[in-house]
């Protein structure tokens, strides 16, 4: 069974910084994508960034990168220069052929001005 | 309209009523799906709908009926809730590419559900 694993419940940090939030995963699958969602106060889910397992280069987007490590199943998300706008829970998720995306219980990231 | 799109953002019924969710894709998707968001715990995959057909159904009671009439509308018909399903319900579209492959899905605002 695919697992998705955040260990940070919360974090906080003060604008501009840089913060990391980590994600560990399971599967036993060679070909998967990886995904770090944001859901803001407002509730829409939004994509953030994605990975394919396939690909050793690491995703970026903007003030936003990841730290894929395939051997090590990580899959950190990195947000450079934090801004008021990127308080919000994230959400790291798994995916793999079969359309069913399995969710991490997600990180409460506050920015503090 | 853009994106993914659900009505009511709010729904409060008591056990006995029967109400439906509605979720509408604008994003030209072929796949739709439903979760369910409590609190404190990670987000619930409900249906997957391919190609208006259902192809997925993860254990979820009866209580709870999906519809799928076309590929662009989603429906989710709730009867004799109870309140432990009192939850934020998330529509979900994306394209899937190739048989039985996904890719990332798009959701929508969802809809705070309260059972009485």
Known sequence: AQTVTQSQPE?????????????TYDTSEN??????????????????????????QNATENRF????????????????DSQLGDTAMYFCALIQGAQKLVFGQGTRLTINP | ETGVTQTPRHLVMGMTNKKSLKCEQHLGHNAMYWYKQSAKKPLELMFVYNFKEQTENNSVPSRFSP??????????????????????????????????SGYEQYFGPGTRLTVT
Request: include cysteine; aromatic fraction near 12%.
């Open chain 1, 11 to 23: 974090m906080s940090v003060q604008e501009a910084e840089t913060v990391t939030l980590s994600c």
């Open chain 1, 65 to 80: 990168s990841v730290n894929f490590q395939k051997a090590a199943k990580s899959f950190s998300l990195k947000i450079s």
């Open chain 2, 67 to 100: 519809e799928c009439p076309n590929s662009s509308h989603l429906f989710l018909h709730l009867h004799t809730l109870q309140p432990e399903d009192s939850a934020l319900y998330l529509c979900a579209s994306s394209q899937v590419i190739g048989l039985g």
């Open chain 1, 31 to 56: 070909n998967y994508y990886l995904f770090w969602y944001k859901q803001p106060p407002s509730r829409q889910m939004i994509l953030v960034i994605r990975q394919e397992a396939y690909k050793q």
